[in-house]
Nanobody, 121 residues
Framework: QVQLVQSGGGFVQAGGSLRLSCEASGRPLSRYAMGWFRQAPGLEREFVATISWSGALQYYADSVKGRFTISKLNTENTVHLQMNSLKPEDTAVYYC??????????????WGRGTQVTVSS
């Protein structure tokens, strides 16, 4: 089992920044990539970004490229999502996940509880 504990998020005005963190614990973690997904009311969960456990590889959704940065130190069990230039359409519940280095939610085996991010216009 892998446990994922999320922190960060909150309320910010458009153009502002927020930082999300996700600490992983449990079974050998080096086999897992770490991803972030989000789900807005009435919409399906969508891919945001993913990073290999070493931190060497990162992939982003087109909608967040250039604004969001996923990061992780090889020596740490925590992944961060720095979100800059936030837009109202970024408003969603954000989920941390552990699984394969892919964009599909089906590729992830473990999920955090989610954290609300609200961006006002």
């Amino acid at each position: 089992q892998v446990q994922l504990v999320q922190s960060g998020g909150g309320f910010v005005q458009a153009g502002g920044s927020l930082r999300l963190s996700c600490e992983a614990s449990g079974r050998p973690l080096s086999r897992y990539a770490m991803g972030w997904f989000r789900q807005a009311p009435g919409l399906e969960r969508e891919f945001v970004a993913t990073i290999s456990w070493s931190g060497a590889l990162q992939y982003y959704a087109d909608s967040v490229k250039g604004r969001f940065t996923i990061s992780k130190l090889n020596t740490e069990n925590t992944v961060h999502l720095q979100m800059n230039s936030l837009k109202p359409e970024d408003t969603a519940v954000y989920y941390c996940a552990a699984g394969a280095l892919r964009e599909s939610a089906d590729a992830y085996d473990y999920w955090g509880r989610g954290t609300q991010v609200t961006v006002s216009s």
